[in-house]
């Protein structure tokens, strides 16, 4: 377990187990995103490939200590960081995403935004946003908060979907502000005070499938706009058929090969960048 009170000494521990602190922040999140997820996590590709692309990036910029997964939902990335060997503590602040962490045995779950957690100027030695900052209307000040509580020696490790052109009613269901490129997240990083030292594209062979089956029917107004979002994850997120199952896993370990090698992916439906502050 990590010693969360080194980091967040005002915190105190809940009837549940979660750390908790006293105030909670509003979160730009579907209301029924969490139950969504968790029906769907461990089975489903997607997920599994970033927790692949998760662990590359961080055997390629290990992190120097305890990585808190701000934003981290139901705790599914957070276990599979600490099945790898990596101490990681869920940050969350939904009431269902720390229900679902608990269950699924997480030791170290605090009920807070980061902002409202009180963590210690410069306290975080690792910090993840594993698709959170879409979710962020004001991601500029949320940032600064980052660069604020990040120790100065310390990593961010960040994902977001890729490429305003890929928009489509999944992203208005999950309640999404935009869709980054390379160049832009770098922006936004730098803006914020962070430095970025790598960062590459991956999902590359989601980019045809995502724009004939969700942009093209929202830009014509067809099909998936008419199904709740939940319908269309458990649809979309169902373990590949047999015969497509052995090229996809293929092309996921060349991805985080590349990424293990610290090479830049240069096409994908989704970024990734590591910065420090």
């Known amino acids: 377990m990590v010693d969360v009170l080194k980091y967040a000494p005002g915190l105190h521990r809940g009837d549940g187990g979660a750390w908790l602190s006293g105030s ?6 579907p209301s029924t995103g969490h139950s969504g997820c ?3 996590e461990d089975a489903s590709f997607w997920f599994r490939h970033r927790d692949g692309i998760l662990l590359a990036a961080l055997h390629a910029f290990p992190p120097p200590g305890p990585l808190f997964d701000v934003g981290g939902g139901n705790g599914y990335v957070t276990r599979t960081l600490r099945d790898a060997g990596y101490d990681a503590v869920l940050v969350e602040p939904g009431p ?6 608990r269950a699924r045995g997480l030791p170290d779950v605090i009920w807070s935004g980061l902002e409202s957690a009180g963590f210690a100027a410069g306290a975080l030695p690792a910090i ?3 698709d959170v900052l879409e979710h962020v209307r004001k991601e500029d000040a949320f940032l600064e908060t980052v660069r604020r509580v990040l120790h100065p ?3 961010l490790y960040v994902t977001v979907p890729a490429h305003a052109w890929l928009w489509s009613d999944a992203d208005i269901g999950a309640q999404h502000h935009r869709r980054y490129t390379l160049a832009s997240l770098r922006s936004t990083l730098d803006r914020a005070g962070l430095r970025v030292e790598y960062s ?3 999902f590359s062979f989601l980019i045809v499938p995502i724009l ?5 029917p929202h830009l014509l107004r067809r099909g998936p706009a008419r199904r709740s979002l939940q319908e269309r994850a458990l649809r979309e997120h169902q373990p590949p058929g047999r015969l497509i199952r052995a090229p996809l896993q293929a092309l996921a370990n060349l ?4 990424i293990r090698r610290r090479r830049q992916i240069p096409m994908g439906a989704s970024c990734l960048a590591v910065a420090r502050a």
């Not at 269902?96 to 962490?101: I, Q």
């Not at 004939?212 to 093209?216: A, G, I, K």
């Not at 991805?255 to 590349?258: K, M, T, V």
């Open 153 to 155: 020696e310390g990593r």
């Open 128 to 130: 993840g946003l594993f």
């Open 96 to 101: 269902e995403g720390v229900h679902n962490a």
């Open 24 to 29: 909670m922040e509003a979160v730009s999140f």
């Open 200 to 202: 590459s594209y991956f």
């Open 38 to 40: 968790y029906e769907l």
């Open 212 to 216: 004939t089956l969700r942009t093209l």
């Open 255 to 258: 991805e985080s090969a590349a």
